[in-house]
């Protein structure tokens, strides 16, 4: 009997999902070898084991998938009542949500994540994304997206997504797009392709017409070949900010639209007279909610000079209490870092963090001794100088400063390349509105953080790319709407 | 509020308690509440998952903490004979069974407690001050917990005058307490009685206030803080628990004294109380997990957990028949 209240191990069982050994690209309605037979293995970040070997496309099935992408759009996706496209997309969403568990598990299996955030945040918001966009896909004509009332879809999407929520952006991208009449060729991240080619099988389970969503595995390579294949339409990229300038450049000058998701630093201003309980509660969901891995992550914590000492005691007490360890233990707190090589390049920011001068603090945890670890980490005494301050770590690793006025934390907080998210936390509702008035943010959060819903747009300012999804702003990126068609 | 632990102020010279505008002026610079966040870290809280040997101990906690209690205005002292029997053997058929911490009366039940008890060093806690509405004057509140101190109750549970603080006196509320604490300290035949401070927070309705309530009862010189009589509804809910674990923890770190938290009043089953010591657990900290800082005020909820604990041993849900009902 354990003494005092060391929680029992909770774990999730895997059985309920089965990986194949190998995995094919789906395209057309079916999965297909690539046609070089590359493939690449895909590990549990959690124990560095091998979970499946997974295709890599070439360009060769990057143009086969675009072109059967682009059949189903012209034959039947395109010419297809709005009324009929939604009752496509209410099939998969109740799929999803029939389905929960198995996708929870597998989610959790190959990214790392907790299985808590993966059944109770990752899963239910996916379905709820489809759910959202299924109703939009016979009013269309009422969203005010302009063309006369009539918004008519692009055609092919390609679709590019990361690994930090591999189903929920899966279905951010892929629900607006076939909600709107297009049709999508989607490359999910190279670390975590497993729930999208779960997702292949319920396209499948859904009679979802051949070819209307084709999914090919891969790296960079692949992505390169989707985002500069010339019978594209549109290009949605979410990830890294020197990848988007990237597909920026190379697809400037051609006749394509892109919305790019890209990187943040944001802020997360604690006034003094907030409620300090629940801005810690806040902070915490902020920056080590998915283990930092969230571009939105409030990871510059800007709190009021007055309040700093008993904010950071507080905050460092709640950080012992957070359990780190195995994603599938339903108690985890902070999983499993996705990959080696961001693990690696945490490590290497926050090395320089240190080396820079600012204090470095974790709370004691033992990390498993095999896959990818980083404890929750806290900078105190962080300038706007140092590079802990200004580039996103993307992990999690926090860095707090302060500030004395209003109008100086407004001012830091916008001192930054990005713009993705903000917090505000204060007890005063007027100065949190002249707050979020101030704030070059996509998303400002009050006295809460990292909430999302498929209604809401979201999307960056400056180096956080452009474009919006989600809510009815979403939508437009995926119509030919106003006078320019 | 510093958070440091090293220096140790007594509660005293902490906050000048002097007048009601000083009083009001310092429990109004205490960090607010916010609903949505409090009721969000709760609902997170509830959802830990508890197993095994993790649930065994919590199960043997729990017993452990509770005030058995009957405030029933039909109390005979057969019926409070039997609850003192129960509270001295929970379950006849395992002795290891933890007994319960105390057994909850009303003052006139005191004398018989004290009997049926005996020297099982099981405490006696009495409800005073006019229990539940508070509504008589200092007077006849103080004989109130004078008798009861002289019957042998060893734990006062004392209601504050909600009247008073809703109505922004805080001074009065606080005066009582003391004056009440001070008789608790009266008897030179027994230690100090335990003075346990009813907030009934279902009657104060804002977080903001249970913060304050909590904190000018500390101040005050409660030993334990409670959230309810077990008359109004709601009693005690996991967000109210939840937000005055987290004023005993400030507490502890302004003045470095620790003061008890009890919740009374609708929690009935193990899962609820699981729930409640989970959250002891995460945010006042390990500390607090026994029955010297943390109690449940409860009637039926050493039923359920010793039904569990015959499911934990034997594998197999016996029934509520095989339990004896008081």
Sequence with gaps: ?485 | MSASTTSAPRAGSYVDASSNADLRGWLHGLPPVDQVGLEARAAALGTRSIKTTSKAWAIDTAISMIDLTTLEGADTPGKVRNLCAKARVPDRSDSSTPRVAAVCVYNDMVGVAREALGDSGIHIAAVTTAFPSGRASLAVKLADTQDAVSAGADEIDMVIDRGAFLSGDYRTVFDQIVAVKKICASNPDRPDAHLKVILETGELATYDNVRRASHLAMLAGADFIKTSTGKISPAATLPVVLLMLEAVRDWRDATGTMIGVKPAGGIRTTKDAIKHLVTVNETAGPDWLSPQWFRFGASSLLTDLLMQRHKLSTGAYAGSDYISED
């Design chain 1, 1 to 485: 009997m354990p003494t005092g209240f060391e929680y029992a191990p909770a774990p999730e069982s895997p059985a309920v999902v089965d990986i194949a050994s190998s995995y094919g690209l789906f395209i057309g309605g079916d999965f297909v070898d690539p046609s070089d037979g590359a493939s690449f293995k895909t590990l549990n970040p959690a124990t560095g084991e091998a979970l499946s070997d997974v295709s890599e496309g070439s360009a060769a099935d990057v143009d086969a998938a675009v072109r059967a992408a682009r059949r189903a759009y012209d034959r039947v996706w395109g010419p297809m009542s709005g009324a009929e496209r939604g009752k496509y997309l209410f099939r998969i969403a109740r799929i999803l949500q029939e389905r929960a568990r198995e996708f929870a598990v597998l989610e959790t299996l190959d990214n790392g994540k907790p299985i808590k955030e993966s059944r109770d945040v990752d899963i239910p918001l996916a379905a709820a994304h489809f759910f959202y966009h299924a109703g939009w896909a016979d009013k269309l004509e009422y969203a005010g997206l302009g063309n006369a009332g009539k918004p008519a879809p692009l055609g092919v999407i390609g679709q590019v997504i990361p690994w930090n929520f591999p189903l929920l952006m899966l279905s951010w991208k892929i629900a607006p797009a076939l909600a709107a009449g297009n049709t999508v060729v989607l490359k999910p991240a190279e670390t975590t392709p497993l729930t999208a080619l779960l997702f292949a099988q319920v396209c499948q389970q859904a009679d979802l017409p051949p070819g209307v969503v084709n999914i090919v595995t891969g790296a960079g390579e692949t992505g390169h070949a989707l985002s500069s294949h010339p019978d594209i339409d549109k290009i949605a990229f979410t990830g890294s900010t020197d990848v988007g300038k990237q597909i920026a450049r190379s697809v400037a000058g051609t006749r394509k639209r892109l919305t790019l998701e890209l990187g943040g630093k944001g802020a997360n201003i604690v006034y003094d007279d907030a409620a300090l309980d629940q801005a810690v509660e806040g902070i915490v969901s902020g920056i080590y909610f998915n283990q930092g891995h969230v571009c939105c992550a409030g990871s510059r914590l800007l709190v009021q000079e007055s309040i700093a000492d008993d904010v950071i005691a507080r905050l460092k007490r709640r950080l012992g209490t957070l359990r780190v360890g195995d994603p599938m233990d339903k108690n985890t707190d902070v999983g499993a870092i996705n990959s080696a090589e961001q693990l690696a390049r945490i490590t290497a920011l926050v090395e320089a963090g240190e080396a820079e001068g600012a204090t470095r603090w974790s709370p004691p945890c033992d990390l498993p001794d095999r896959g990818y670890w980083f404890a929750p980490t806290v900078f105190t005494n962080v300038s706007q100088a140092h590079r802990v301050a200004q580039e996103e770590i993307f992990g999690p690793v926090l860095s707090v400063l302060t500030f004395r006025t209003p109008a100086e934390a407004v001012a830091k907080a916008n001192n930054t390349p990005y713009g993705l998210s903000a917090g505000i936390w204060s007890d005063k509702g007027s100065r949190v509105l002249w707050t979020a008035d101030r704030l070059r943010a996509g998303v400002v959060w009050a006295n809460s953080f990292n909430k999302f819903d498929p209604t809401s747009p979201f999307g960056g300012y400056k180096e956080s790319g452009y474009g919006r999804e989600g809510g009815r702003h979403g939508l437009e990126a995926y119509v030919a709407a106003g006078s320019e068609d």
